[in-house]
């Protein structure tokens, strides 16, 4: 069971040149965040622009780990954390007075369940193009057996258990992640549409989504590889 008091809330940022969208992000966290004290940690790809300029003006932690993995980027952050909560965030997903609404009882629930991870699929930023009407939203109501790790919330007792992501994947860290925690763990996946958060980069045309779709599956394909040798 996680203590009840000094409960810390740590938000792990993954980025890599994210200057237009991640000041936003971070803002919403803010603005929304729950009331208990919570850190935002930026884990940095090795950004050229003003990302990292930006997170140190609106007072994040911030990381440089250059030419590494994604599922590398968020364990980074985690080891340089203090959190029992961790929600890891891309750096263009905007939290939600909705979601903040709903947060508490979530934490809630990990102070008595450890072995959980929830959040939800992002929505997208507008409900008129034809991809997000009849694709990205309608994804956020689904049940699933994994939470994308645009959006994903578990405890630290859980992320050590599995040793945090896999570093060797290029995608798919998510799948992965979660599959070993029910495998492993016997963890639960609790997705929970309340909890609605935007995602300001789905595609807009059906060329960047396919592309986007083939770059996800080819690591879908290498993850359940390697979890059937496992």
């Known amino acids: 069971m996680i203590p009840s008091s000094n409960l810390m809330i740590s938000f792990i940022i993954p980025a890599l040149?994210?200057?237009?969208?991640?000041?936003?992000?971070?803002?919403?966290?803010?603005?929304?965040?729950?009331?208990?004290?919570?850190?935002?940690?930026?884990?940095?790809?090795?950004?050229?622009?003003?990302?990292?300029?930006?997170?140190?003006s609106l007072n994040c932690i911030t990381l440089i780990h250059p030419k590494t993995s994604i599922g590398n980027l968020r364990n980074r952050g985690v080891d340089s954390s203090n959190g029992e909560i961790l929600i890891f965030l891309d750096a263009d997903?905007?939290?939600?007075?909705?979601?903040?609404?709903?947060?508490?009882?979530?934490?809630?629930?990990?102070?008595?369940?450890p072995l959980?991870?929830?959040?939800?699929?992002?929505?997208?930023?507008?409900?008129?193009?034809?991809?997000?009407?009849?694709?990205?939203?309608?994804?956020?109501?689904?049940?699933v057996n994994y939470i994308n790790t645009g959006h994903m919330i578990t405890s630290r007792?859980?992320?050590?258990?599995?040793?945090?992501?896999?570093?060797?994947?290029?995608?798919?860290?998510?799948?992965?992640?979660?599959?070993?925690?029910?495998?492993?763990?016997?963890?639960?996946?609790?997705?929970?549409?309340?909890?609605?958060?935007?995602?300001?980069?789905y595609p807009k045309r059906i060329s960047e989504f396919l592309k986007r779709e083939r770059w996800h599956g080819k690591s879908d394909f290498d993850s359940l590889s390697s979890t059937v040798h496992s």
């Open 157 to 201: 007792k859980l992320f050590n258990l599995l040793s945090g992501f896999d570093k060797n994947l290029a995608t798919a860290e998510d799948f992965d992640f979660c599959h070993r925690a029910i495998i492993n763990c016997g963890a639960e996946i609790y997705n929970d549409p309340k909890l609605k958060a935007i995602h300001l980069g």
């Open 116 to 143: 959980l991870i929830s959040g939800s699929r992002c929505i997208a930023e507008n409900n008129v193009k034809w991809l997000n009407k009849y694709w990205f939203n309608r994804l956020s109501e689904t049940n």
């Open 93 to 113: 997903v905007l939290l939600t007075t909705e979601w903040q609404s709903n947060i508490s009882t979530l934490i809630n629930r990990f102070k008595h369940t």
């Open 17 to 56: 040149n994210e200057e237009e969208v991640i000041g936003e992000t971070i803002k919403s966290i803010y603005n929304h965040a729950p009331p208990t004290d919570f850190e935002i940690i930026v884990s940095d790809n090795g950004s050229t622009d003003r990302t990292i300029e930006i997170a140190n």
